[in-house]
């Protein structure tokens, strides 16, 4: 795969294939990526997760309705009236997406409760949006950086970003789910469920039409 057939199979502007070319074919040469199902299935995921491989931070801004369905019994429906977002409001306002991720995230693969704030601090980031404390450890364990210390890294540094994308998928055995064409068993293991699963699919059609042996 070159950067034109990555810029085509991922539908990016040139300059989105320009910025994430290089490291993306670098992490998934490091982490056996290789044959062209796995790519492209990669390459669904992952733009899925980034919005296009335009979004390395998970945004909270939550309608009271979303935060209740997306998070379920983690967000009482009485707390998300108060820190969904209000009438008026164009977004969430910045000190109250905090909370949010501090509540839904706390205790959870290594996260401390809520008063912690891990929730925050271990959101998603990063191509695949690597979450948790507990993963932000394995991933920089993986990569040979303190993640847990500064977490922000999988934000700002785009090398990471994308290694980390390619690590989670490697430890994760999604070479072996894409090999079978299990889609809807690869959405499971990235997302935890079948969040976005049209429009992954719709990605990974994409994806094929351009990455072929």
Not at 46 to 53: A, N, Q, R, T
Not at 123 to 142: S, V
């Amino acid at each position: 795969m070159d950067k034109q057939t990555f810029q085509q199979a991922a539908n990016l502007s040139a300059a989105l294939a320009d910025r994430w070319w290089p490291h993306v074919d670098a992490a998934l040469f490091e982490f056996g990526i290789l044959l062209p199902h796995r790519v492209a299935a990669w390459i669904a995921q992952v733009g899925h997760e980034s919005k296009g491989f335009s979004s390395l931070a998970e945004s909270f801004d939550y309608s009271v309705q979303g935060l209740v369905v997306n998070f379920g019994a983690r967000m009482p429906v009485k707390l998300a009236g108060t820190l969904g977002r209000q009438a008026g409001e164009r977004v969430v306002p910045l000190e109250r997406q905090p909370r949010i991720a501090s509540i839904v995230y706390a205790s959870r693969y290594g996260n401390g409760e809520a008063a912690t704030g891990d929730g925050w601090k271990f959101r998603g980031r990063g191509l695949k949006q690597i979450t948790f404390r507990a993963n932000y450890e394995a991933c920089g364990h993986a990569l040979g950086v303190d993640l847990v210390a500064q977490p922000e890294l999988l934000a700002t540094d785009d090398r990471l970003a994308a290694r980390s994308a390619a690590w989670f998928w490697f430890a994760h055995g999604c070479n072996e789910l894409a090999d079978r064409g299990d889609f809807a068993q690869l959405t499971r293991r990235i997302n935890g469920g079948t969040n976005g699963l049209d429009d992954r699919r719709q990605r990974w059609l994409r994806a094929q039409q351009f990455i072929h042996a």
